[in-house]
Nanobody, 125 residues
Framework: QAQLVESGGGVVESGGSLRLTCRAS????????VAWFRQVPGKEREWLAV????????VHDESVAGRFFISEDIAENVVYLRMDTLSPDDSGTYVC??????????????????WGQGTQVTVSS
């Protein structure tokens, strides 16, 4: 059974950095789109970044581009999200998700097949 598990969240001061990890078990990221989303109570789930199958391409939402960096370790079946220059607005639950590409594209919406439980990130001011 496919399972995605996030880790690496925590409390960090404004301006700090974190690296989140999404690890798959019973499932291979090799041919999948793997994305990171952020969930804040009362708001819609926000797409942040996606890595295309095989790490061929990484796309980041413009709101986090230049501060957040998605990457993949194919051999370890892990996807990372490096987050720099964090601000309190970045606080939330960070969730990874995976799916086959929709045609030649990876979704920027919550149209994903597998989801993790999330890891909490709190940025203090």
């Amino acid at each position: 059974q496919a399972q995605l598990v996030e880790s690496g969240g925590g409390v960090v001061e404004s301006g700090g950095s974190l690296r989140l990890t999404c690890r798959a078990s019973g499932y291979s990221f090799a041919n999948e789109c793997v994305a990171w989303f952020r969930q804040v109570p009362g708001k819609e789930r926000e797409w942040l970044a996606v890595v295309y199958p095989g790490g061929a391409r990484m796309v980041h939402d413009e709101s986090v581009a230049g501060r957040f960096f998605i990457s993949e370790d194919i051999a370890e079946n892990v996807v990372y999200l490096r987050m720099d220059t964090l601000s309190p607005d970045d606080s939330g639950t960070y969730v990874c998700a995976a799916a086959k590409p929709r045609g030649i594209r990876c979704p920027k919406t919550p149209d994903y097949d597998y989801w993790g439980q999330g890891t909490q990130v709190t940025v203090s001011s």
